[in-house]
């Protein structure tokens, strides 16, 4: 039998405000244990929760970029359940009247069709706690700091069918939060996490199999590996004469299999009532419209002007917009430099890598756009050559100054003299006899041999395009 897959994916935002959701404590990311939690956090008796007003910007700023109902009035409510990391019993957030409701998102596929997944609603919840296991012996410590942390809870429809979908869909996500500036979209830290509901059906059934729900998941890879391997598990139950149990799982990325943590929860469950100490939200159109005018130029849009402005394929335009930072970076070379393409192979080549390699951010890259503008425009004006520009950026990226501080000292200036260049043609020719004549009775592959040994002899200053035009003359006699 043909099985086809069905996910549906809860994505954790965390909100960038400087408070929590419902109270003033810091929300800084790595503080001592319990340091940033105040009275509301660890729910004593008496307080009571106040609304963080940039939590609901930020919620209202993601529904009008995926172009989603944001509602005028919606609720807070309360989710009850026990976790020893959840003080309060219950967790706040949003259930039937969320504040952004019905949006989409478009990724794009592997072959290059684009295909529109639904979002059903993104509400606003506090976040909880962290239990602590290492160093405790068999106890268990609680962490309160992250408790009230504001999140966006963004549920997709369950219009993915593949694991490859998933992680095109939460890559998209991934860089709209960050264009937005609502989420750091740190995913190490947590701030950035997903939950994956993920059934099989046979294929053409209108009719959905019981879903299984792997539990925050904050990789790329590690979504597509946990849903593969989900997937697989599914459909060796039911072709083993099982069912699937409808439950919370845990992706165990050592083992790279899931495992059972528990029954999945209803939402009667959790006995959802509106929250009694917080008034319903009520959002003016004319908050939603101040919003609107703060929206950057999204991703799309961003891509689109990158294809017809430089002239940008649509696969080095989507890498290029993929961060709002490097496209950034990119525009600035390119407004320096004037050079699109040249600019895009330098940005998404060398740059790229030199950044991954010493695990650098943009901002805290040594060269920046000025100075790799400023090589590109040497390489344009044919002072250095391609290679030669290499080795320039190499020096910059170490800290050696800029390109033409490098090309004087270094002495890596293009030899452009057609004369010189002959002279060293003609002791290449002279010092490799049995090769000329090898090539002059038709082995023509020797040109590249004996292009290599002019730049060798150049020491890789020799300009290209004379040296090919200027040997090949030569070669014939």
Known sequence: ????????????TQLLTKSKLFSAASTEF??????????????????????????????????????ATVAEHSVFARKNYFYPDLPKGYQISQYELPVVAKGHLDIELDD???????????????????SLHEGFGAATAVDLNRAGTPLLEIVSEPDLRSAREAVAYLKKL????????????????????????VSV????????????????????????KAILHEVQRQIEVIEGGGKVVQETRLYDSDRDETRSMRAKEEANDYRYFPDPDLLPLDIPPAFIAEVRGTLPEL????????????????????????????????????????????????VMGEFSAALNKDGKEIADSPVSAAMLAGM????HDNTISGKIAKEVFEAMWAGEGDADAIIAKKGLKQITDSGAIEKVIDEVMAANPGQLAEYRSGKDKLFAFFVGQVMKATKGKGNPAQVNELLLKKLKG
């Open 30 to 67: 790595g503080a001592l244990p319990n340091s940033q939690a105040n009275l509301v956090d660890l729910a004593y008796p008496g307080v009571l929760p106040v609304l963080n007003k940039e939590a609901v910007r930020m919620a209202v700023k993601l529904g009008l970029a995926i172009g």
């Open 201 to 224: 059906r046979p294929k053409g059934s209108p009719k959905f199999g019981t879903r299984a729900e792997l539990k925050n998941i904050n990789s790329f890879r590690f979504v597509e």
């Open 112 to 130: 290059g069709t684009v295909k529109r997944i639904g979002i059903t609603r993104a509400h606003l919840e506090e976040d909880a706690g962290k």
């Open 174 to 197: 991934h860089s709209l939060v960050r264009y937005l500036e609502i989420c750091d979209g740190n995913m190490q830290e947590g701030s950035f996490r997903c939950d994956a509901n």
């Open 1 to 12: 039998m043909e099985w086809e897959t069905v996910i549906g994916l809860e994505v954790h």
């Open 299 to 346: 991703p799309d849009a961003k891509k689109q002007r990158f294809m017809g402005s430089y002239g940008l394929s649509a696969y080095d335009a989507g890498l290029l917009t993929a961060s709002r930072e490097l496209a950034a970076y990119y525009e600035d070379v390119v407004k320096a430099n004037g050079e699109g393409k040249l600019a895009a192979n330098w």
């Open 376 to 379: 590109l425009k040497r390489i």
